[in-house]
């Protein structure tokens, strides 16, 4: 199995720009892809990026231009770059793995990130 723990999140004020983290753990196959989910009170899940073991990266409208996700394959750690911070950005952020011979999926417990002034 793989193991992810996030972190970096708290209270933010609006425009600030944290960098979260995920690093993983276990059976971590080379070919895979991740990604981080937000879900914010009274709104659905939202998948908004995610990064392929080759590289390529994918953003919702909502963050792109804003948010950069990349990786580094020698400390197995994706990261997620959150600048100019606005108040509808308030939500639990899960960082998300799915890869491996079955393409089994699995979650981190999630980090919240709270803008507020």
């Known amino acids: 199995q793989v193991q992810l723990d996030e972190s970096g999140g708290g209270f933010v004020q609006p425009g600030g720009s944290p960098r979260l983290s995920c690093a993983a753990s276990g059976s971590i196959s080379s070919i895979n892809v991740m990604g981080w989910f937000r879900h914010a009170p009274g709104k659905e899940r939202e998948l908004f990026a995610r990064?392929?073991?080759?590289?390529?990266?994918n953003y919702a409208d909502s963050v792109k231009c804003r948010f950069t996700i990349s990786g580094d394959t020698t400390k197995n750690t994706v990261y997620l770059q959150v600048n100019s911070l606005k108040p509808e950005d308030t939500a639990v952020y899960y960082c998300?793995?799915?890869?491996?011979?079955?393409?089994?999926?699995?979650w981190g417990q999630g980090t919240q990130v709270t803008v507020s002034s």
């Open positions: 998300h793995y799915q890869g491996g011979r079955l393409w089994a999926e699995y």
């Open positions: 990064i392929t073991s080759g590289g390529r990266t």
